[in-house]
């Protein structure tokens, strides 16, 4: 009998029905193992029920949903050679390293699609991660430029150091940023040190940093006996900020602020030290007052305040002037930890000037609690009602100078100062207390003979841990957080934050993920 479509038809005996279905088998088992195209299988099907039209139907469907089985199944991924022998439209292409797309083409499941969702290009495509094929030359990566395209730190919120995460949906190519370049820069010129920071935003709340540059310059060196900084320490904050503006000039930075603090605020020639400072620098510091001091050393902290905590005591031990900011976190979050302050204070007193008053080479335990009483005394003026603590995890201190990070580096015993260990670490009160009682009973030289402390602060650590010993009786916490961060940190959030860098960020995250 004559099939419609010109075959002959098997006759319908017992027989030829078992072949039938023996035939069914066979070519099914062939399918599954990508011998034959799911295409031949529903021709040969079709032509062996012998019906066609409205009657081919059910099996079509069939042949549909075992389609939908494989899927599911996620026979055969694709970038990976297929061992049996199949048709040229599933043959493995040669410059892309996966499978070219044809009718028997199998198609990873959904699954898989989520699992390797992080690993496809910006097209949707997998990037191809395979050797190349014979003959094919690969060109060598051309050599990252230091400085914006180099590596360098990210840091949360500002500073966390881990990399700066890539954008979604897509694969970088490499030296390129997984955001726009935008920089930001910012300059802390302080009574004992010159810092700048030039930072690039990341995810929200972070920045990665580009360039870095810290210098001991001792701008406040004898103010506190003459009321005037003399040409000396002059002449080393303008070297200092020299390197600066060169880093600066280097770069197209989006945005600055430069700040002086404590020291240009006291002296009576700090107008005209800044004038010579545009003159021969052409860097235009602002002054900044105590407040705004206070306000951004929150900000460059707000990181390392958990959620849980509901009270937190902030203490920035400059050179010239001690700034503490009280805490209160209610329900609401704001996203800005500043807003929560409640009371602050700027103490007129630092490291330098405390230690130029009391001496800090030769620092006996009699000389060590004159210093604490001076400090105590300046905080007894502080007007600021007692933290109610209803449990453990409710209220700490934030410790955000070089006082407690080298405290910290000295708990840990490290060969050489590393702020990647240092920066966030807990200390508890003993361990506070342990510490300073171990570098009383240090001489100058052996101060200035640890790795973490140096001949440069040997003479002023002292000085900071009584300003430090007077805040923990002021407010008792069972630890302390350690903050290597600071003002910088504080006006690179401030900018970032206003130009909405990083809300256009996420925008553009979202729309690339749709």
């Not at 050599?143 to 979604?168: F, I, L, M, Y």
């Amino acid at each position: 009998m004559e099939d419609p479509e010109g075959g002959s038809r098997p006759q319908g005996n017992g027989a030829s029905a078992a072949g039938r279905r023996d035939g069914k088998k066979s070519r099914r088992r062939k399918g599954k193992r990508g011998g034959q195209s799911r295409n031949a299988n529903q021709s040969a099907q079709h032509v062996l029920s012998g019906d066609t039209g409205e009657a081919a139907r059910p099996i079509e469907a069939g042949n549909a949903a075992r389609k939908r089985k494989r899927r599911r199944r996620g026979a055969g991924a694709s970038g990976e050679a297929v061992q049996q022998p199949q048709r040229a439209s599933n043959e493995i292409s040669a410059t892309a390293g996966r499978a070219v797309p044809g009718d028997s083409e199998s198609v990873p499941s959904r699954r898989n699609r989520r699992k390797h969702r992080g690993k496809r290009g910006l097209q949707g495509r997998p990037l191809a991660h395979e050797k190349p094929p014979v003959g094919h030359t690969v060109q060598p990566q051309q050599p990252v430029p230091a400085g914006r395209n180099g590596p360098a730190e990210s840091r949360t919120g500002q500073n966390d150091n881990r990399t700066a995460r890539q954008s979604d949906g897509g694969q970088r190519s490499p030296g390129e940023h997984p955001w726009p370049d935008e920089l930001y820069a910012a300059l802390d010129l302080g009574t004992n040190n010159c810092r700048l920071l030039i930072a690039q935003p990341t995810r929200p709340g972070q920045f990665r940093v580009v360039d870095a540059f810290s210098r001991i310059v001792r701008l406040g060196e004898g103010l506190a006996a003459s009321g005037r900084l003399s040409d000396d320490a002059m002449d080393r904050a303008v070297d200092a900020l020299r390197v600066c503006a060169s880093k600066l000039k280097n770069r197209d930075i989006r945005r600055m602020r430069l700040i002086a603090t404590e020291a240009c605020r006291q002296a009576s020639n700090g107008a005209q030290f800044l004038e010579r400072v545009v003159a021969e620098t052409g860097l235009d510091l602002e002054i900044i007052d105590r407040e705004t001091e206070a306000r951004l050393a929150v900000s460059g902290c707000s990181s390392l305040v958990g959620r849980e905590t509901r009270s937190v005591v902030l203490f920035d031990i400059g050179g010239g002037s001690s700034e503490i900011a009280v805490i209160r976190i209610g329900d609401n979050r704001f996203n800005r930890l500043a807003n929560h302050i409640t009371h602050w204070t700027s103490l007129p007193v630092g490291v330098v000037t405390l230690s130029e008053r009391h001496g800090g080479r030769d620092v006996t335990p009699d000389v060590f609690e004159g210093m604490v009483g001076e400090v105590e005394g300046m905080l007894d003026r502080f007007d600021c009602p007692a933290i109610d603590i209803g449990h453990a995890d409710d209220f700490h201190l934030i410790g955000t100078s070089g006082t407690v990070t080298t405290l910290a580096g000295v708990h840990l015993d490290l060969p050489r100062y590393d702020r990647r260990k240092v920066d966030g670490i807990w200390l508890s009160d003993d361990e506070v207390s342990a510490m300073q009682a171990k570098l009383l009973s240090w001489d100058f030289a052996s101060r200035a003979a640890n790795p973490c402390i140096g001949p440069d602060r040997a003479d002023l650590v002292l000085a900071g841990c009584a300003i430090l010993e007077a805040i923990r009786r002021r407010w008792p916490s069972p630890r302390m957080r350690v903050a290597d961060r600071g003002l910088r940190e504080g006006l690179l959030t401030d900018m970032m934050a206003d130009d909405g860098v990083w809300r256009r960020h996420r925008n553009r995250r979202g729309q690339r993920g749709k």
